[in-house]
């Protein structure tokens, strides 16, 4: 069965500052990975995701991750946060079977 | 394009009250649906899902059931709501199983 770790539950940066949300995944089989944001009270959107080919993933909002197999990690990266990337992120593994999700972070961006 | 509706945005309703959450899909056909309940800080649970009219897969036993009269229709229901029913409820929609499109959820407080 495939499951989903995020290590970090709640990640406060300043404006500007680089971000790195942190997910770990488990799987017997090929993964396919995704990258979620939910702003508040709204439902998921599919940020970016890694199916096959190059390991370092673009997606939308300036957001990109790098699939690491030896690893098992898909972990999400920004260069530079705004106030409007506060929201929660989910991370979700697909393997033989249904999506999976982390529980969540939620990236608090302070002026 | 394709969209998702889902009704109600919010929901309040006495415990021992049935339940009834819609869900549709415009602009494409025989498309995966899926409910998830969130609660919070527990991440998005698949509560069920259907690849094709009348066929509903359960991941969870709860006090909760879906049913899907039509191609592009997918419905929440409930007998008699749980205090423990209370939570965000997200409609989503698949053309395969690695990518999902979701609604803009319920909020239903069981009170």
């Known amino acids: 069965a495939q499951s989903v770790t995020q290590l970090d539950s709640q990640v406060p940066v300043f404006e500007e500052a680089p971000v790195e949300l942190r997910c770990n995944y488990s799987?017997?089989?090929?993964?396919?990975l995704f990258w979620y944001v939910q702003y508040p009270n709204q439902g998921l959107q599919l940020l970016l995701k890694?199916?096959?080919?190059?390991?370092l993933v673009k997606g939308i909002n300036g957001f990109e991750a790098e699939f690491n197999k030896s690893q098992t990690s898909f972990h999400l990266r920004k260069p530079s946060v705004h106030i409007s990337d506060t929201a929660e992120y989910f991370c979700?593994?697909?393997?033989?079977?249904?999506?999976?999700f982390g529980k969540g972070t939620k990236l608090t961006v302070n002026p | 394009s394709q969209t998702i509706h889902q009704w109600p945005a919010t929901l309040v309703q006495p415990v021992g009250s049935p339940l009834s959450l819609e869900c549709t899909v415009e602009?494409?056909?025989?498309?995966?649906l899926y409910w998830y309940r969130q609660a919070a800080g527990r991440g998005l649970q698949l509560l069920f899902y259907?690849?094709?009219?009348?066929?509903i897969s359960s991941e969870v036993p709860q006090n909760l059931s879906a049913s899907r009269p039509q191609d592009r229709q997918f419905i929440l229901s409930s007998k008699k709501l749980l205090l423990s029913d209370s939570g965000f409820y997200l409609c989503?929609?698949?053309?395969?199983?690695?990518?999902?499109?979701f609604g803009a959820g319920t909020r239903l407080s069981v009170l």
């Open positions: 989503a929609w698949g053309r395969d199983r690695n990518i999902q499109y």
């Open positions: 799987s017997s089989v090929s993964v396919y």
């Open positions: 890694y199916l096959s080919g190059s390991t």
């Open positions: 979700a593994v697909r393997g033989s079977e249904k999506l999976v």
């Open positions: 602009g494409t056909s025989n498309p995966n």
């Open positions: 259907s690849v094709g009219i009348g066929q």
